[in-house]
C-alpha cells in the first residue's frame, strides 16, 4: 500500500523560508511514471497546485510560485521536498503530498498524503 | 491557465435521491491522442482529497459504481445515482491536460 506522509515546521516567520518533506512508503520513489507532487490548499484559493518531480530530477513548477520554489527529491531516503522561500500570510495553507501518474492516458492524484498545516506568521 | 468552474458551490440532498454536479474548463480537455483530461475528487470531512474519476469516465478503485462521470469538450458532470451519508463532503474537478493542473472551486454535499 503506497502511503506519503508530510513533515516540517508548523510555524514559520514572515519573508523566511517554507520547508517540508514527503516521505513515501510502499514504493520506490525511482518507479517510472510518477511524478511526485506538492499542492496546496488554504480558504481564500482552494486547492492549489504547486510543483511536482520525477526520480531523475525532472520538476514542473506553478508560474505564479516558480520564483519562489525549489523541489527536489532523494531517491536513497524515499523523499522529496520542497522549498518556498520569502513567505507571506498568503502562503499559509495545508500542504499535501501526492502521487501523480503521468504516462499518456492516466493523469491523476492518488494517493495524497494526510497533510500538513503550515502557519505565517511572526 | 485552464480555468475550472463548478456548480452548485453546494447542495443538501436527501439520501436516496441523486445528485449532480457540473463543471466547466475554459478551454477543451481534449487531447490530440483522444483522451479527456478531466478527474473528479472528494474531500470528506478531515482527509485529504481522493480520487474518484479519471479520464471523464472511469472510476477509480473501490469507488463504488453509484458514482458516473460524463462530458467531453469542456463540459463534464459527476452524478450520483443515489446518495449515501458517507458520500457528504467537498468534489473538485480538476484538469490534468496542461501541467499548471487546476482544480474547481469545490461543491459541498450536505446530506438533508
Known amino acids: 500500500q503506497v502511503q506519503l506522509q508530510e513533515s516540517g515546521p508548523g510555524l514559520v516567520k514572515p519573508s523566511q523560508t517554507l520547508s517540508l518533506t514527503c516521505t513515501v512508503s510502499g514504493v520506490s520513489i525511482s518507479s517510472d511514471g510518477y511524478y511526485w507532487t506538492w499542492i496546496r490548499q488554504s480558504p481564500g484559493k482552494g486547492l492549489e497546485w504547486i510543483a511536482y518531480?520525477?526520480?531523475?530530477?525532472?520538476?514542473y513548477y506553478n508560474p505564479y510560485l516558480r520564483s519562489r520554489l525549489t523541489i527536489s527529491v532523494d531517491t536513497s531516503k524515499n523523499q522529496f521536498s520542497l522549498k518556498l522561500n520569502s513567505v507571506t500570510a498568503a502562503d499559509t495553507a495545508v500542504y499535501f503530498c501526492?502521487?501523480?501518474?503521468?504516462?499518456?492516458?492516466?493523469?491523476?492524484?492518488?494517493?495524497w498524503g494526510q497533510g500538513t498545516l503550515v502557519t505565517v506568521s511572526s | 491557465e485552464i480555468v475550472m468552474t463548478q456548480s452548485p458551490l453546494s447542495l443538501s440532498v436527501t439520501p436516496g435521491e441523486p445528485a449532480s454536479i457540473s463543471c466547466r474548463s475554459s478551454q477543451s480537455l481534449l487531447e490530440y491522442t483522444g483522451y479527456t483530461y478531466l478527474d473528479w475528487y472528494l474531500q470528506k470531512p478531515g482527509q485529504p482529497p481522493q480520487l474518484l474519476i479519471y479520464?471523464?469516465?472511469n472510476r477509480a478503485s473501490g469507488v463504488p459504481d453509484r458514482f458516473s462521470g460524463s462530458g467531453s469538450g469542456t463540459d463534464f458532470t459527476l452524478k450520483i445515482s443515489r446518495v449515501e451519508a458517507e458520500d457528504v463532503g467537498i468534489y473538485y474537478c480538476?484538469?490534468?491536460?496542461?501541467?499548471?493542473?487546476?482544480f474547481g472551486q469545490g461543491t459541498k454535499l450536505e446530506i438533508k
Open positions: 479520464l471523464v469516465s
Open positions: 501526492a502521487r501523480y501518474s503521468s504516462p499518456r492516458g492516466t493523469g491523476w492524484f492518488d494517493p
Open positions: 518531480i520525477n526520480y531523475s530530477g525532472s520538476a
Open positions: 480538476m484538469q490534468a491536460l496542461q501541467t499548471h493542473h487546476t
